[in-house]
Every structure is written in structure tokens, then in C-alpha cells.
């Protein structure tokens, strides 16, 4: 069975070098355990298992119906909601099976502007979301760069979306759930939360959950809850307003919607190595020792941010909430996508991101994107981030200079290994 793949194996061990000696901060990112790691490699991507646990299209699923229930059960523990289905592929199509459920194609949807935070699927106009559904976006304050929800609201009774979207990729701030849920029940909307970014710090009870005023909250799992790529879609009631709006010919509740809406709307069989590495991290992410890392994620974003501050970079919203920071760089004299490139020749990994009403091109943006969740699974605290700020100070405020990369490279170098990662991997 053994089979050589020299090529292959070359590219694989070279990326785990690359994640071992060098610094994690696109804070989408993250570590999965070993145990996490072993689920996603297993047999269990033999088997095909389309449908429902107890309601499969194909015979041999009584150990994938453990593992479903189990990933289904810890969801709906963990978040505390009445339904949950672990089947979507990832974030993308988890929120493409919401709209799928809950819209005809056309209705109004509003969600938070891609160039001010939001994710492609929140309505952008070449994703599918903003080309077969009619996106109304709302933005951040030109001033502050925050949400402000009178402005939400306004928007919202003036448009009276079917669907508003609440949930973000690039906003360094907390998100007040619970002010979108009442803009919500005022227009007659549906809201979904989208928690991809920041389901790990709801676990640890560090942000707000969405939970009691969300009807549907959808949060990829791989990451800052710290699992396998994947999505899961919670309903956290299922007893729902439907009846009273306008699906109220629908025979279906909204979890049920939701589930068809996945399958057979959208997906044929379920990734089962996928839901199996799904329900460890849950099972992990259950323990005190994930609460702290949620809290330690918070802590390090703000050392990382306040020191930062103090090498005069200029950070939107003057700094953070939760696990990421944006720095707006048009006073370094550099492009987002060159601080990119410059931050990856010593090893340290970030994204160019816009800023709200950002002057440049999308494609080459003013600002970078980068976040706390990686570095602080490997154990970094905040005396590790203060030297992270100061080497990434040193890097971008001498571009051209070879010594000083040759010595962030051997700061590097000693952070990383006073940090091991998957020591026992090769
Ligand atoms: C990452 C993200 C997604 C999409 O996840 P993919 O797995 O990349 O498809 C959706 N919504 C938000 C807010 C995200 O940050």
C-alpha cells in the first residue's frame, strides 16, 4: 500500500517547516491538535453517507451515525442552541445554504460591506450572494470606523431586507449581537449571525454570543475554534417565526428547512473525516483550557495592538476587542500588499486587507490584516507579542535594509523555538 511521492512529500514537509519556524498571524489561521489531525486522516474519508443520521441514502453508516450525533450533540452543548448541521463543506457554503432555506432568489439582503469588514458571502456583488439576491450593504462610520447601529437600523427600515447578516471577517471590535437583533424584529427580518472569525472567543465567553437573538448562526470551524476546515449551521430556536412570515405556506420548521437546504439542496455525501475532526474540536474546545486560550487570544491582541500603538502605527478603531488588529500604513509609506510581501522574506504571515474607505485599489489595499489565534496556540503571551510588535516595527520601518531582516530572522528564530509546534511531526 506504501507509495512514494517524492514530490509531494518535498511540498508537505516544507509547509510544515514553514508553520513551525515561522509566525502565524492571518487570523483566520490556526493550529489543530494532533487528535484533530489524526480524525481528518482516517478511513472515515472512505465512506459515502448522504442524508441524516438514522436517514441515510446508503447502507453501512452505524459507526458515521456515532460520529454525526456526537459532532451534532457537543454543537448544540457547546453553543447552546436547539439544532446544528455539521455537514457544510465550509463557512462559504454554509452561508449559501442559509440563503438557499430562507430566500427566493432576488429578495433583499443586507450584510456588512466586503471593503468594511464583511465576507464575500454577505452580499458582495461577485459572489453569488450579491449576484442572485438583491444586496443592500452597510458599512462602518467614516469617523470612527465602527458600526453604528442607528445608521443599521435606518438603512434597514428603509429597505426592509428579508435577511440582515451580522458577523465580519476584518472588524477589530466587538459586534453587538443584540442591537441587530432588535433592527431585526423591528423590520420583520431574519438575522443570521456569521461567528467564523470569533466562535472560539464566544466559547470563552469573551465576546457576546448571538445565541439569544440570532435565528440562525452559522461559524466555520477551523478557525478560532481550532478545528478541521468545515462549517456548522445552528438554529437556536427551532420553534421559529416562519408561520408568521412570509414562508407560512412552508410545511417545513426552520431547522428542517435549513437541513434540506444543505441536503440534497446544495451538497451530496458529508466529508466524514471532516465531521469526525469537527466533533474532537469540540470535544476540546469544551475544557477550561480552551476558555483560557480564548481569553489569552483577547490578551495577547491587545499587547500586540498597544505596542504597535507605541511604533506609531496607526490601527483602525485605535485598536482591538477581539482577536485582530487592521493597521491602516499610508503613514509608513508602504502598500498593504508590500508590507505583505516584506513581513513573509522574514517569516512572519499576514494579509493585505482594504481599510474602510480605503483611497487605493482593492488589489493592492493600504492596509494589513493580523491576528492572535495561531501564535497563541503555540503558547505565545504578551511579553512574545511585544517582541512581535517590535520586530514587525524593525521590518516595516526599514524595507531595505538586509542586516535588519537578518536579525528579525534570528528573533524569529528564537521565539519560535521557545514555542515548539507539533514537535512530533516530521
Ligand atoms: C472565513 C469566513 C467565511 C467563509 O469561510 P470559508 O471556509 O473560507 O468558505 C464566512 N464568513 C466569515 C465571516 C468568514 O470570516
Redesign the pocket.
Known sequence: MEHHDAKLDEALAAELARQQNGLEMIP?ENFVSPAVLRALGSVLTNKYSEGYPGKRYYGGNEFIDVIENLAISRAKKLFGVQHANVQPY??????QAVYYALLKPGEKVMGMSLTHG?????GWKVSFSGRYYHSVPYGVDKETHLIDYDVVLELARKERPQLIIA???AYPRAIDFKAFGQIAAEVGAYLLT????IAGLIIAEVHQSPVPYADVV?T?T??TLRGP???IIMCPRIEDRLKEKYHEDSKWNLAELIDRAVFPGLQGGPHNHQTAAIATALDEASTPAFKRYGEQIVKNARALADQLLAHDFRLITGGTDNHLILIDLSNKNLSGGEAETLLDEVGITVNKNTVPYDTRKPMDPSGVRLGTPALTTRGFTEVDMKLVADVIADVIHNPKKELVKESVRKKISELTQRHPLYAGLS
Open positions: 483566520s465550509s463557512g462559504s457554503p454554509a452561508n464583511g465576507h464575500l458571502t454577505h458577523g465580519a471577517t456569521d461567528i467564523a472569525h452559522t466555520t477551523h478557525k476546515r468545515g462549517a
